[in-house]
């Protein structure tokens, strides 16, 4: 069986989305369909909208969402039940390979597998326009009415999330929180940089606010997201077009700071990075650069000042341990995630968002497909 829903196609690489009715097949065995109540609007997606990341064409984009579970594969688990809400995963968890077993289902062997062949963990896909095949992006797809995504890909969300913070939580949110708290560790009283204050800057930045790091600098080229970075608690902010960020922050913690993490992903930002550190400090990269892109670092400051530089994905996460725990954070009120959230967009005004995103969105920008 196959219904139609609506979705925003990417048919060619710089071109905008095309709001099209594709077909949707029902979900085979250990697969869900999922009505998606909130999707966000990352720059990943724009990595790949532009080409600069490169996946199976045409392709439905989005990764980063949440909605509610409209009906079962056959042989479900019964970990997840038709009408639960869940949050989508653009890594699945399939719990056997070397990767899930020793604890890093991030890097489980299936998510390559998704990325490459544009289909769900078997390689093949279940959405078609035509006739011909329509991709998934990372198993996801969330720019649609209705997905069918891998039960290995979702994680359970409580009646009381809002769909979008739920949405954001799946990728923005663990990324920049998971990268405190999975790869820094402890960081009370010692100064952070976060550089990029995008969804994943900002959550990296109230993850380390509430591991106790001080002074919290946030790095940015745009007042209105740093003067959110401030109300998020940021002590200081720098303007990158003001001057050299590196001598900005070094007249701030003389001698430089212990972590830097870095969500913007260009060469010259993360040169910087490495620059701002004390001796013994880490750079952990979070931001995607384009396919292939490299940076400098000077050897002799690496070695002699024992620089280290980590890269973390999607904030070195367990997500069936980290998202119900950033939850908790949200209810609590201690990670105010609702702050994160910018404009509101229906699918047919999806290109907009992208624009915003690449000019001065403050905030996550939202799209909702059903409306
Ligand atoms: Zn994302
Ligand atoms: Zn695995």
New binding site residues.
Partial sequence: MTQTVRAAVLRAFGSPLEIEEIELSDPGPGELLVEIEAAGVCHSDLHYLRGDLRCPLPVVPGHEGAGRVLQLGPGATGDIAVGDRVALLWR??????A??ISGR?IM???GPVQARSGGLLDGTTRMSSGGGPVHHLLGVSCFAERVVVPERSVVFVPKDIPAEVAAIAGCAVITGVGAVRNVIGSCIGDPVVVMGAGGVGLAALMGARLAGASPIIAVDIDRSKLALAERLGATHTVDARDGDAVEQVLSLVAGGVRWVIEAIGRPETLTSAVAMLAPGGTVVAVGLGRAGQSFEVPINELVQRQKRIVGSLYGSSIPQLDLPRIFDLYRSGALPLGELIGESYPLDRINDSFDALQGDAVGRSIVYPGR
């Fill in positions: 699945p968890n399939c719990g056997r390979c990767q899930c289902p489980c062997e299936f």
